[in-house]
């Protein structure tokens, strides 16, 4: 079973440009989480789809982040325009609904903003 | 606040035992995790242990909880270099309408040969 892919592994861009990182979860997973590390610190919370809902997004930064799950399968997380703090390593998780505790990761998007 | 802490790096002799610290604030938490990441991958589920639990041992892996003082330790048995990587506590509460992990930094675990 293939697990938790993102695309692309690594993105660089200029401040202001925009960029969109794609996130598929395990077949079947109706749960996907979107997280990111910044700066070698904490990994954080994002926000959580159920399906195509948006479950929680208490996490997004500001509105320069928009997620996107249609259909309920892939999601894609856009930020535009990106801003030199945005750089870090986004990851994509998800779940199923039993047990939906058990949260399994991608390898994760490097964004570089320069 | 929800808060999760760890110390940020660890050296061990291959062969020795390892403990990995963590503490955290939210008392509602449900669950708690270890995931480890390897240089260039991603986050892999490691365990987990359910917060009426005081110990789950898994093969090298032993995880205890002392929820009284909201204490988490991972102990990997016959430390190998296979080992080395970051390994992350993270929290959570499954009770309410979230759903989300609360990690802390990360700790590096260097096994030496």
């Known amino acids: 079973e293939a697990g938790v892919t993102q695309f692309p592994s690594h993105s660089v861009i200029e401040k202001g440009q925009t960029v969109t990182l794609r996130c598929d979860p395990i077949s079947g997973h109706d749960n996907l989480y979107w997280y990111r590390r910044v700066m070698g610190k904490e990994i954080k919370f994002l926000l959580h789809f159920v399906k195509e809902s948006k479950q929680d997004e208490s996490g997004m930064p500001n509105n320069r982040f928009l997620a996107e799950r249609t259909g309920g399968t892939y999601s894609t997380l856009k930020v535009q325009p990106a801003e030199l703090e945005d750089s870090g390593v986004y990851f994509c998780?998800?779940?199923?609904?039993?047990?939906?505790?058990?949260?399994?990761f991608g390898p994760g998007t490097r964004l570089t903003v320069t | 606040g929800e808060d999760v802490e760890q110390s940020l790096f660890l050296s061990v002799r291959e062969g020795d035992s390892s403990v990995i610290n963590c503490t955290y604030t939210d008392s509602s938490s449900t669950y708690l995790y270890w995931y480890k990441q390897e240089p260039g991958a991603g986050l892999q589920l490691l365990t987990y242990i359910f917060s009426n639990m005081d110990m789950k041992q898994d093969q090298r892996l032993t995880v205890l909880l002392n929820k009284k003082d909201k204490h988490l330790s991972l102990r990997i048995a016959d430390t190998q270099t296979g080992d080395s990587a970051i390994y992350f506590c993270?929290?959570?509460?499954?009770?309410?309408?979230?759903?989300?992990?609360?990690f802390g930094t990360g700790t590096l675990l260097a096994v030496q040969p």
């Open positions: 993270a929290e959570g509460d499954y009770g309410g309408a979230t759903n989300k992990l609360i």
């Open positions: 998780a998800s779940s199923q609904d039993r047990p939906i505790y058990e949260q399994y």
